[in-house]
């Protein structure tokens, strides 16, 4: 007997529709140390282990001119430099028995310190920790060591030119001389002394210029904030000198640079002016570099990669500044098609400012950046240190509860009227490295061109 008719197995399952993301994060709580240091703690009996991370209100930017890569330097060292308490060797072979884990890092805008332990051994990680925020003592043997490794990375910085075209994309972009564009040279490096690390971690390494981010697997937080206040209430506040950072001059008109290297590949940078941070035009913006350049399914990658096969990696996407940011698309592809690839490029920033979008494309560009959104907090450590992080670069307090809310109000017209204010493919930069000689089309045709030497 039949049960089933052969037709009715190509009726489409009656699936429920599904609601919308219900993103409600928890907060956590948020406490002021006498001193001024800011705390978000959480608490979070998963696993047996306390994750810290301290962001430390500075970065690469406020290096002086005549030394940059002081700041990177000195973060390097905190840990790997010793302590006024523990020597080098005596922290990794502690931390390694332990496995326990202190790092530290400068990024442009921030410096950060992180620390991870087993429940078991909080006291003896959380000591060794504030020991480096605190009292780094900067060994003769790890700084020289340290400075090695960094004129070596400076030498071989040109190695990846993928990576070059970015760097040196944002560094024209801005100017070599303004703090968004500029980059560690030997002559800079080799310019900073133990002293000059000495006095950069004294003037910025203040209880009151730190944010700690503190979740894990603790009795309650009464509990924490006594260890806390143990380790870092003698830690002494005071006033943080910052350099004034001069304001951003981005030059009108259409720029263009090559950088001339026989590579099988050529490698394309396209930036245009982007928004300062806080701008509430970030949400259109997001959703519209997520339709231009931001997976698979993105018009860059749909055309130039997928319909024309003229490039394996391409993608676009914003950057926020305290000054003006970018939005930068990028495209490695065959010199004897770079002309195809780039022409597509400007084509489809072209594009998105003349028509109003799909409505099922941004609905799915939406999508991507809510789903990539709450999958960025695995754990309640990532999500505490979201919160923090967010305080630090001057956001509203509830800017996570209601970034979800905010990309979903996106709608096509947002989309357009955003795409007009802030693309000008007309006037955008063009920064390409590769070999000329195979270039299918002069370079020229695309606007005037500026030959710079790779150094």
């Known amino acids: 007997m039949t049960l089933f008719s052969a037709a009715s197995f190509a009726l489409p399952p ?47 930017l406020n290096d002086p001119v005549e030394k940059i890569g002081l700041g990177e330097m000195t973060a390097g060292l905190l840990k790997d430099g010793g302590t006024l308490k523990y020597k ?19 990024g442009i805008e921030e410096a950060r310190a992180n620390m991870t332990t087993l429940k078991k051994d909080l006291d003896a990680v959380l000591d060794i920790y504030a020991d480096v925020l605190m009292n780094p003592a900067f060994a003769t043997d790890k700084v020289k060591l340290k400075r090695d490794e960094t004129l070596e990375l400076i030498r ?41 690390m000495k006095a950069y971690h004294a003037n910025y390494y203040k209880p009151n210029n730190v944010i700690l981010a503190v ?15 143990a380790k870092f209430g003698a830690w002494p506040r005071g006033e943080v000198k910052f350099p004034v950072i001069p304001p951003v001059e981005i030059k009108a008109g259409r720029q263009i640079f090559h950088v001339e290297k026989d590579s099988s590949q050529a490698y394309i940078v396209m930036l245009q002016k ?33 319909r024309k096969g003229l490039a394996y990696t391409v993608y676009a996407y914003s950057a926020k500044k305290p000054d003006y940011g970018y939005t930068l698309a990028y495209c490695g592809t065959k010199p004897e098609t ?34 990539s959104f ?7 450590f990532e999500l505490l240190s979201e919160r923090a992080s967010f305080e630090y670069y001057g956001y509203k ?47 020229s045709e695309f606007g005037p061109v500026t030959e710079l030497k790779e150094d």
């Open 88 to 106: 080098p060797e005596e922290i990794d072979k502690t931390l390694e028995f332990l496995a326990a884990s202190v790092e530290t890092s400068m």
């Open 397 to 443: 307090a509830d800017y996570l509860d209601n970034y979800v809310e905010n990309i979903a109000r996106t709608d096509p017209a947002a989309v357009l009227a955003a795409s007009r204010r802030l693309f000008k493919p007309d006037e955008a930069m063009l920064f390409v490295i590769g070999n000329s000689k195979k270039f299918d089309k002069p370079l």
């Open 156 to 196: 071989r910085r040109n190695d990846d030119p993928g990576r070059a075209v970015v760097r040196e994309a944002l560094r024209a972009f801005y100017g070599p001389a303004h703090p968004y564009g500029w980059r560690s040279e030997e002559a800079t490096v080799n310019a900073v002394t133990i002293e000059d």
């Open 274 to 306: 982007g928004i300062k941070r806080h701008d509430p035009v970030e949400y259109p913006l997001s959703v519209t570099t997520e339709m231009l350049g931001g997976g698979l399914s993105s018009r860059l990658a749909a055309e130039i990669r997928s």
């Open 215 to 229: 979740a894990g697997d603790f009795a309650s937080e009464e509990e924490m904030l006594a260890k806390l206040k």
């Open 374 to 380: 709450v999958f960025r907090f695995p754990t309640p």
């Open 338 to 371: 770079y002309s195809q690839a780039l022409s597509e490029m400007l084509r489809q920033f072209k594009l998105i400012t003349e028509e109003a979008a799909p409505a099922e494309e941004v609905t799915r560009a939406r999508d991507s950046i809510v789903n």
């Open 14 to 60: 009656a699936l429920p529709k599904l609601a919308g993301v219900d993103f409600k994060p928890p907060q956590g709580s948020r406490v002021v140390l006498p001193n001024g240091m800011i705390v978000y703690l959480m608490k979070d009996n998963t696993l047996p282990v306390v994750h810290m991370t301290a962001f430390i209100r500075t970065g690469k």
